[in-house]
């Protein structure tokens, strides 16, 4: 079944914690992206990925770090959480190239409080 | 640049009624354009999508969207509300690098 995994789905933290999100692809997307979505901004994108070794920032990247050394993994971190990272955040994949007319897949979603 | 908006946050209707969720998009290439549905507590659902070829393109549980490059928009119909369409949804436009969310309109139908 082709799926998005995040974990964990549910995370309480404190300030200054260094913590990972962890988001896998069985489906061999070259994309990979990570959202938070909060009341009334919608989703936001933080950081996405083209490729193994390729990442950018999306826009609101502060406080936040990725990598991508594997096609099928994209984790997010937190090297020093706030309470303003508080949010719902996703995970999402997709082709690229002459097939970006292909849907994204995203994850279940992970909320994340930091206290 | 490329943007989506979403008219209306907050969407009510009655069971029965016309749904109309409205999208328009900015794009200067053609746009993969999609919608997708986000029950409470859930990850993201795709509901339909536009690519090339036929403009008005069905999708899951009834609903349906036009795609009118005129007008700019891809609106998100459905003839008749049920009581489990009330969810949160996203118009989203895929293009180049970027995958480019509405902020979502919220449906609730009314008994």
């Known amino acids: 079944e082709a799926q998005v995994t995040q974990n964990p789905r549910y995370l309480i933290t404190v300030t200054g914690k260094k913590l990972t999100v962890t988001c896998s692809q069985n489906?061999?997307?070259?994309?990979m992206s990570w959202y938070r979505q909060d009341p009334g901004l919608g989703l936001r994108q933080i950081y996405y990925?083209?490729?193994?070794?390729?990442?950018d920032k999306g826009d609101v990247p502060e406080g936040y770090k990725v990598s991508r050394k594997e096609k099928r993994n994209f984790p997010l971190i937190l090297e020093s959480p706030s309470p303003n990272q508080t949010s719902l955040y996703f995970c999402?994949?997709?082709?690229?190239?002459?097939?970006?007319?292909?849907?994204?897949?995203f994850g279940q979603g992970t909320r994340l409080t930091v206290v | 640049a490329q943007s989506v908006t979403q008219l209306g946050s907050h969407v009510s209707v009655s069971e029965g009624a016309l749904v109309l969720l409205r999208c328009n998009y900015s794009?200067?290439?053609?746009?993969?354009l999609f919608w997708y549905v986000q029950y409470p507590n859930q990850g993201l659902q795709l509901l339909l999508k536009?690519?090339?070829?036929?403009?008005l393109v069905k999708g899951i549980n009834g609903f349906e969207a036009e795609f009118k490059k005129s007008e700019t928009s891809f609106h998100l119909t459905k003839p008749s509300a049920h009581m489990s369409d009330a969810a949160e949804y996203f118009c989203?436009?895929?293009?180049?690098?970027?995958?480019?969310f509405g902020k979502g309109t919220r449906l609730h139908i009314l008994p």
């Open positions: 999402a994949s997709s082709r690229r190239g002459t097939l970006m007319n292909t849907e994204a897949f």
């Open positions: 489906m061999n997307h070259e994309y």
């Open positions: 990925s083209m490729n193994v070794e390729v990442t």
């Open positions: 794009s200067s290439v053609p746009p993969y």
């Open positions: 536009y690519t090339t070829g036929a403009t």
């Open positions: 989203v436009l895929n293009r180049d690098d970027k995958i480019i």
